[in-house]
């Protein structure tokens, strides 16, 4: 894994921390990108909330290439920081922080203040029956700004038909996984921003237990860092997901098209054309590879025993 590691808590760190316990509960991974005016205040209350619930921890920032004090605020506050020198992405930085650490359950937190550190605690006890627990925003979700709850709404509504199953909160940025449940996924998962829609695609469409917890959505510190281009970035990725998972939804319907199509151009020419011919063929050729892709993806997806981490270098 590139980047460095600074733990506060060994001699020559920045800043005061609590001890982490050799075998932590939990890793609560936070990754950050100029969030200077809010990291140190999520670490606080993070480390608050578990010393008063009595949950062994480690809380890990991951500095994803910021160009303000980010770093030097994450170091205050007593976490250990990963430093990378470029901003390469949400999910690569989730990716690093878990590859980092060591722990039975992973919680993922964003640094903009948004999240309620308080929840972690019944996430944290949830998470004995479930392999992955999301902080639930609800369907309001009153402080995310208008101009973007269309396209929220859209792919909630495009996830849920791939998961068949109502999904609360397609990409909540607060939830704890079991590390066994989480780590097979980890090669799919990408280094954008997607990483929490495709955890919950995964999760769901491999029958895994997923439950929710409410939460209260705050206001974010600072600016955000989503733009119009990611959503149809997100609308891409839960269409190749629905490949991946779910291949005959999409094989299906479309060879039973052409082969509607080839059988009335047929009765319209009174004769097996050559297009009616064709569309036929091509019918049962978009068939045969969904059968082939669906094959295949049962085999990939059947349990195992045994997966390591990739993608980021395991410490």
């Not at 950050?32 to 809010?38: L, S």
């Not at 396209?151 to 999904?167: E, G, P, T």
């Not at 996984?177 to 954008?192: H, M, Q, T, W």
Request: aromatic letters at 8%; proline letters at 6%; glycine letters at 8%.
């Amino acid at each position: 894994m590139t980047g460095d590691t600074d733990n506060p808590a060994a001699p020559g760190g920045d800043g005061v921390s609590s001890p982490v316990s050799r075998h932590p509960t939990v890793a609560v991974i936070i990754p950050a990108y100029d969030e200077q005016g809010a990291v140190r205040a999520t670490v606080e209350n993070v480390r608050r909330a578990l010393v008063g619930a009595n949950v062994a921890h480690d809380i890990i920032v991951v500095n994803d290439g910021s160009r303000d004090g980010t770093a030097a605020q994450a170091r205050a506050s007593g976490a250990r920081v990963i430093d990378f020198p470029d901003n390469i992405g949400y999910g690569h930085a989730l990716k690093a922080g878990i590859a980092a650490s060591d722990s039975q359950l992973v919680a993922i937190l964003d640094a903009d203040g948004t999240y309620p550190p308080d929840a972690l605690p019944p996430m944290i006890a949830m998470s004995e029956h479930a392999d992955m627990v999301v902080g639930d925003r609800g369907a309001a979700m009153n402080n995310v700004p208008w101009v973007r709850r269309p396209a929220k709404w859209v792919l909630k509504m495009l996830a849920s038909i791939v998961a068949h199953r109502r999904i609360n909160d397609v990409n909540s940025g607060l939830r704890v996984f079991r590390r066994s449940a989480l780590e097979p996924f980890i090669p799919l998962l990408p280094d954008g921003y997607s990483f929490t829609t495709t955890i919950t695609l995964c999760m769901l469409a491999t029958n895994l237990t997923v439950v929710y917890h409410p939460i209260q959505y705050g206001t974010r510190i600072g600016n955000s860092k989503i733009r119009a281009r990611h959503f149809f970035k997100f609308i891409f990725l839960v269409l190749r997901l629905t490949v991946f998972f779910q291949p005959l939804r999409i094989f299906v319907p479309l060879g039973a098209v052409l082969f509607v199509a080839g059988v009335a151009k047929a009765i319209h020419d009174g004769s097996a054309s050559t297009i009616a011919v064709f569309a036929l063929l091509v019918a049962i050729l978009v068939w045969s590879i969904g059968f082939l892709a669906d094959m295949i993806t049962r085999l990939h997806l059947r349990p195992r025993t045994s997966r390591r981490v990739s993608g980021v270098e395991r410490r």
